[in-house]
């Protein structure tokens, strides 16, 4: 993989002045994961939500690249049309046959986990050569900070409010990463923000993958996670380090955990990613230390599957 | 001049896939739904035989199947596919998509009802549901309108920028088999023509599609825009239509009048009943009756002077609408046809009518009783009100 020193001369390709928070981080996971495609031009479709309303504000747009927004739940079945477009014009001679394209299909958890999930699943089985990037900031945050099928057990959101009668979110996240991998396509990869390099080497993969790729990558948002706008990299960076977020690839169907090393003597424990955000607050109120046990069990017991899986 | 045509035997459904196999679409982008699923499974027939370049992306919904086509239509293809009933009402989030980019889709459409109750046979209550959406809309009297219809459904919409939905109503027209003329492959290659797409999301020079129009009066100007486009399409459409009439020797007019010239008595149809209503009428003509009927063909956009002035010399007009309007005075045809004779000032005696909801029998005693309404209506007979036919 390149240096961040030659990174820095490839092309720019989510220009600023977008509209996107202080701290967030879509713009970063957009930003990293372009980088993986080098120099080749990329075609990106948006799903509807904080990413697609900050970047294309008409008249501007803050896409190097061209980029279509259609709505919220079709982001990868837009790119599939896309795709197949290129591919038919190619093969008739209707275009340059020597023009190389990449492409590549982003959306947020709500427009992935959720509404878009059967889209996502129809285009990656009919195996479009795409890109599929979700940002994972766990819940609908355009709208306000509902709760989607991303957002953690017992997180607050405003619809899986904190009372005396519920502790936040009642359900635990959905693993889609796995249930992309079973799709068994060429590469699939979760990553975080906070290392740049793991995205960007994932990225460089899912781009240069012949078929479907999916990367699911954190990306903390201050607004819904309530924390400091200046903490964005280290919470992505404690989201892999306590294993509540763990970084692993599957490629050609080879499941391969790819945590720092400084793991390697154990995970953190996972308070330290809970306790900056206020979304999590009132599990460290006296009473709710079986609340954080359970969180604490729950992610050692994915950390351990996720381990067996790549065993 | 004409073109050389064949006759041959076709369902509805056989001759529309035979149009699309001549036009070749880049990309079709589909799902199956009854009774449209004949369209795509001749077509599957034809990409695996080799007789087309066409991609053929065999979606997951409809929803993603009008999705992938937007994609494909930005992205400079000529993008067509097919649909039906429950089909056309999950993708119409998208249909306003299609037609607020400014996208020249074509999508033939096997009209049907919607549920609930759940009804595979043929009515207007999905392709109703597409009226406001900006799309052009044909209806056919039978498969060879059909096909006329899809055939310059790619012209119409480019030379326009709008997409285009010609329909055939299910299993009356997808499914029976009929005597139909199939224009020779070279001559609808020519007629259709290449397409050369201003802008596409594959050019050279970067483009954004469907950003956030969220700032001032941007959306409204957008709209304007379109609402200009849909009301200028009119005359490109029977320019085109008859340029193929001119080759096929097979007229067109947005609204097709018979027994007009004297018609006192007349009833405004769309789609295939409006053969049962001719046989109608010309039975009672042969008896001396003035009566007439006036065919809509192009549904949207709604051709109100062409129906006014086709409507000028009726004393009773009966709308006959083969869906309901939930809430509202008329069926939808009903409520357009009444704008249009307001808006030229013509007042006849109206009368209102749904017929064959869900496939429902549609027998030629209606027609006569509803000629003998609209008779009765001249001698001072109170308006009965909406009237649901054949359910008594």
New interface residues.
């Given amino acids: 993989m390149a240096t961040i020193k030659e990174l820095t001369y490839l092309p720019e390709r989510l220009s600023g002045g977008h509209r996107l928070c202080g701290g967030c981080g879509a713009s970063i996971a957009v930003r990293q994961v372009l980088l993986g495609a080098g120099e080749a031009e990329v075609?990106s479709?948006v799903a509807t939500g904080c990413l697609?309303?900050s970047s294309?504000?008409?008249?501007y747009?803050a896409?190097?690249?061209?980029?279509?927004?259609?709505?919220f739940?079709?982001s990868a079945?837009?790119?599939?049309?896309?795709?197949?477009?290129?591919?038919?014009?190619k093969?008739?001679g209707?275009?340059d046959p020597e023009?190389e394209?990449k492409f590549a299909a982003f959306g947020g958890d709500g427009g992935t986990y959720d509404i878009g999930f059967?889209?996502l699943?129809?285009?990656t089985?009919?195996g479009h050569n795409f890109v599929y990037v979700c940002y994972d900031n766990g819940a609908y945050m355009n709208t306000g900070i509902q709760r989607s099928s991303a957002t953690p057990q017992y997180a607050w959101a405003t619809t899986s409010e904190v009372g005396s009668a519920q502790p936040g979110k009642l359900q635990r996240r959905k693993d889609l990463t796995s249930i992309m991998a079973d799709h068994r396509i060429p590469y699939v990869a979760q990553a975080s923000v906070g290392y740049w390099n793991d995205v960007v080497k994932k990225a460089t993969k899912a781009f240069a993958a012949e078929g479907p790729a999916f990367l699911n990558i954190m990306a903390p948002c201050p607004r819904g996670w309530r924390s400091d706008a200046a903490q964005t990299t280290e919470l992505a960076r404690l989201a892999v380090d306590t294993g509540f977020w763990p970084s692993f690839e599957v490629e050609n169907g080879e499941w391969r955990m790819t945590m720092p090393a400084k793991t390697r003597n154990g995970l953190t424990p996972v308070v330290e990613f809970l306790k900056p955000q206020g979304r999590f607050k009132h599990l460290f109120k006296p009473g709710n230390e079986a609340l954080l046990e359970e969180i604490q069990r729950d992610v050692d017991e994915y950390y351990a599957y996720l381990q067996n899986r790549c065993a | 001049m004409t073109i050389e045509q064949k006759t041959i035997a076709a369902t509805g459904n056989g001759i529309v896939a035979e149009a699309y196999r001549q036009i070749e679409p880049d990309v079709i982008c589909a799902y199956p739904i009854t009774p449209q699923t004949t369209i795509v499974e001749d077509f599957a027939k034809f990409v695996a035989a080799g007789k087309v370049r066409t991609e053929f992306v065999t979606v997951e919904s409809e929803h993603s199947s009008m999705s992938a086509c937007i994609g494909s239509a930005a992205a400079g293809a000529r993008t067509f596919t097919a649909t039906s009933s429950q089909g056309l009402a999950l993708m119409n989030e998208e249909l306003y998509v299609a037609s607020g980019l400014r996208l020249p889709i074509v999508m033939v459409n096997a009209n049907r009802a919607l549920s609930a109750p759940i009804n595979i046979h043929g009515d207007h209550s999905d392709a109703m549901g597409a009226r406001d959406t900006g799309w052009v809309i044909f209806f056919a009297e039978n498969a060879q309108e059909a096909y006329d219809h899809t055939v310059i459904a790619p012209r119409i919409a480019e030379e326009n920028l709008l997409p285009v939905m010609p329909t055939l109503d299910g299993f009356i027209t997808t499914h029976a088999i009929t005597r139909c003329e199939l224009a020779d492959d070279a001559a609808v290659k020519d007629f259709v023509g290449p397409y050369h797409p201003a802008h596409t999301l594959l050019d050279v020079d970067p483009i954004m599609v469907g950003g956030f129009a969220n700032l001032g009066n941007t959306y409204m100007k957008i709209k304007q825009a379109q609402r200009t486009a849909n009301d200028g399409a009119l005359a490109s459409i029977k320019r085109i239509a008859d340029e193929w009439a001119g080759l096929t020797g097979r007229p067109y007019d947005h609204v097709e009048g018979y027994g007009l010239e004297d018609a006192e008595l007349v009833i405004v149809i769309m789609g295939s009943a409006a053969g049962n209503a001719r046989a109608v009428a010309r039975e009672m003509r042969a008896d001396g009756k003035k009566v007439g009927i006036l065919k809509v063909r192009c549904y949207r956009p709604f051709p109100t002077a062409e129906l006014a002035s086709a409507l000028a010399g009726a004393k009773a007009v009966a709308v006959m609408d083969r869906s309901d309007s939930f809430g509202s005075y008329a069926g939808p045809l009903a409520l357009d046809t009444m704008t249009a004779l307001f808006a030229h000032d013509l007042h006849p005696q109206m009368r209102r009518y749904i017929y064959g909801l869900g496939g429902a029998d549609v027998k030629l005693d209606y027609f006569r009783k509803v000629y003998a309404d609209l008779e009765a209506s001249l001698s001072g007979a109170s308006d009965p009100g909406l009237t649901y036919l054949g359910t008594d």
């Fill in positions: 075609v479709s697609e309303v294309t504000i008409f008249p747009g896409w190097e690249g061209s980029v279509i927004h259609n709505a739940e079709n079945a837009t790119i599939s049309g896309v795709e197949a477009a290129f591919k038919s014009l093969r008739q209707k275009i023009r394209l059967q889209s699943s129809g285009a089985e009919r």
